[in-house]
């Protein structure tokens, strides 16, 4: 196949931005070692960032977003690979300057590749995608920090979310209380289902924010969105527990006091799903196979064809999604 329909972005007039469908030459992508037909993708904020002309993702356009991609090798330079072999590109640069997995091909640098595990089909890899992989590091992140099941519960913030969905549904999975953080009164039935013990409604989450600490209440937590929000969870840890921080839909800012850490011994964890090693996205990958497993991925699931996503895309930024958008890209 020479030419491959693709998700195009461009600027148009005013200042605005574009998503159409577009039929795209082999020869227009960019350089690297393996040609993947892709088979699935999903729908992240970042993709959606990228859709709307935000150049703190994507400088120029006309562009392919999608940053996360699962498919099968048409060609590759490198014996690492061969053609047949099915795999998954998340992060790196993939859907944000380099032409991304809102497309029938990709071409990119071997060393963003890591070939499927035997335990998820592609379909399976690219419901769990960049949400799935920094949901993993995050769990993963607090237990290197001491986390273990216990009485206290975890809170996750923006739990409706592509990431906050599936942390709800692998910390219940692995035994831990889970309490979900949400602005969408109307999902509790959703989160109960993926293994909530607790719905928080996000409001209880904004009070507070003058003070320097408030009552402990949580045995750790997964925040997905940033903001005040991050930092009041921060103030309501329990002595000696763990936030892993992996998102900022509420904001890039908070204002912060010392005291939790000081007087609490609180930790705040930073986690990236993009550039980190090769070695440690194929370690959670594995993880994601294997013991960490979920079963109930389809109870997240909404799966939507290339021709349907400039309207998903519409939907996550008014903050209309729930669970994981899979990408049918064939």
């Not at 592509?162 to 309490?179: P, Q």
């Not at 908070?254 to 090693?277: C, H, M, T, Y």
């Amino acid at each position: 196949m020479s030419s491959f329909k693709a998700l195009q972005v461009s600027e148009v007039a005013d200042g605005r931005f574009e998503s159409r469908l577009v039929e795209r030459g082999i020869d227009e992508l960019p350089a690297g070692e393996v040609l993947i037909r892709v088979r699935y993708s999903s729908l992240n904020f970042k993709d959606a960032l990228s859709a709307s002309g935000n150049r703190g993702v994507t400088r120029s356009y006309p562009h392919t977003p999608g940053i996360d991609a699962a498919g099968v090798v048409a060609s590759s330079s490198v014996g690492e690979f061969a053609e047949g072999d099915e795999v998954i590109v998340t992060g790196y640069d993939l859907g944000m300057n380099t032409s991304g997995g809102f497309a029938q091909y990709i071409r990119v640098p071997a060393a963003w590749v890591i070939k499927r595990p035997q335990g998820l089909s592609l379909r399976d890899a690219m419901v769990l995608g960049t949400a799935g992989l920094t949901a993993a590091l995050c769990v993963d992140k607090l237990e290197q920090a001491g986390l273990e099941p216990g009485e206290a519960p975890l809170l996750v913030t923006g739990a409706t979310g592509g990431v906050g969905s599936i942390a709800v549904a692998l910390l219940a999975s692995l035994g831990y209380k889970v309490a979900a953080v949400t602005g969408k009164a109307d999902q509790a039935a959703f989160l109960t289902r993926l293994g909530a013990s607790q719905i928080v409604e996000r409001s209880a989450l904004q009070a507070g924010v003058e003070k320097a600490l408030l009552k402990e209440q949580w045995g750790g937590a997964v925040d997905t969105v940033g903001g005040d929000i991050l930092f009041n969870v921060v103030k309501s840890l329990q002595r000696g527990a763990s936030v892993a921080c992996c998102g900022l839909t509420a904001g890039t800012h908070f204002q912060a006091s010392v005291l939790p850490f000081i007087l609490r011994g609180v930790n705040l964890l930073g986690v990236d799903s993009v550039e980190i090693p090769l070695v440690v996205k194929a370690s959670m990958w594995d993880k994601l196979s294997l013991q960490w497993k979920l079963a109930n991925l389809d109870d997240l699931t909404h799966e939507i064809s290339l021709e349907q996503l400039p309207q998903a895309i519409e939907r996550i930024l008014a903050g209309g999604q729930v669970g994981r958008i899979l990408v049918r890209i064939d």
